[in-house]
């Protein structure tokens, strides 16, 4: 795609969150009370799955910048009839690396030196940001979600780095495994970027990764997605756009304000809903409550 065809594809899909009535919290607005009701009725096994990696605090070629996790206590003996002690500890995070799963708040991307809805990017400074923040989802997101498993409709293990999902990819998933996707839904797509990394080895993934065309968006403004979760970056690498870097992110939070969720984990949720037979199910996302920040880790839970 060149950059004049995505230009004119990230202005028709601005028109349509607008139109869709999307407000500050985007897409989000999509998730409507009677929706998250709903979704509830998802729950048949009562079963719980986490849809999060484990936080990786070693380098690697996909992680330069690893998590940091001291422990901070106890230190040294304990004194004469100290009884109570306690173990503690500090965690440090890069929330927007290539190896943890995490949440990308709707100030995270900027294009043209705007934010979504037009905020202008002085509203992120070194002290935060003042709107648009993780605080939109403060009180979580509960809905319905969706796993379309793109490996298992074109019968192999994962997607190579650099192959990109279409949006007519999405729709075939969605009739081979009888699961359509509407509004307020929380989409997950998997392209077996986890289980490549668990089997062949961890690679520098921000040059080579599969993810999703930038035109299959016109499938999520659609179907009304509230949010966009992925076990990759959601964007392919190299970008598919000519001159225009992380295409996905871009038109997803920047123009439709639709939150994303990128390097999540599928592989203990395919084959549990391959053998229910199921792909939908209420998924639960909960953000930590960071102030004025641009993104938080994320543990997922699909509860069947």
């Known amino acids: 795609m060149d950059e004049g065809a995505f230009r004119a594809l990230r202005q028709r899909l601005r028109e349509r969150a607008a139109a869709a009535g999307a407000g500050e919290r985007g897409a989000l607005d999509h998730v409507t009370p ?7 009725a998802e729950v048949r096994l009562g ?27 106890p230190l040294g003996d304990g004194g004469p009839g100290e009884a109570v002690r306690f173990a503690t500890d500090r965690f440090a995070m890069n929330v927007h690396g290539d190896a943890d799963s995490h949440l990308d708040a709707l100030c995270h991307v900027l294009f043209d030196g705007e ?25 979580g997101v509960v809905g319905r979600g969706v796993l379309l498993d793109i490996p298992l409709l074109r019968g192999t293990d994962w997607l190579e780095p650099g192959d990109e999902v279409t ?27 986890r289980r490549r990394r668990r089997e062949a080895g961890a690679w520098n993934a921000a040059e080579a990764r599969a993810g999703l065309h930038p035109s299959a968006m016109e ?4 179907r009304k997605v509230a949010v966009l979760g992925g076990d990759g970056n959601n964007d392919t690498a190299p970008s598919a756009v000519e001159g225009v870097a992380f295409p996905v992110h871009v038109l997803a939070v920047q123009a439709m304000g639709v939150h994303l969720m ?10 549990v809903c391959a053998a ?14 960071l102030p004025d920040a641009t993104g938080s880790p994320v543990n997922p839970i699909a509860v069947l």
């Open 34 to 40: 009677e929706r998250v009701t709903a979704a509830a």
């Open 47 to 73: 079963r719980t799955v986490s849809l999060a990696a484990r936080i990786e605090t070693r380098q690697g070629p996909d992680n330069p910048d690893p998590a940091g996790h001291w422990m901070t206590g």
């Open 115 to 139: 934010m979504y809805g037009g905020t202008p990017e002085a509203a992120v400074t070194s002290e935060g940001a003042r709107t648009l923040s993780v605080d939109l989802v403060a009180d």
């Open 167 to 193: 949006a007519d990819d999405l729709r075939a998933a969605e009739s081979s495994q009888s699961a359509r996707v509407g509004a307020g839904d929380i989409l997950l797509v998997r392209v077996g970027h």
């Open 219 to 222: 499938f999520l403004a659609d």
């Open 262 to 271: 990128d390097y999540l984990d599928f592989e203990e949720l395919a084959p």
């Open 276 to 289: 229910a037979g199921r792909w939908s199910f209420l998924c639960v996302l909960a953000p930590l409550r």
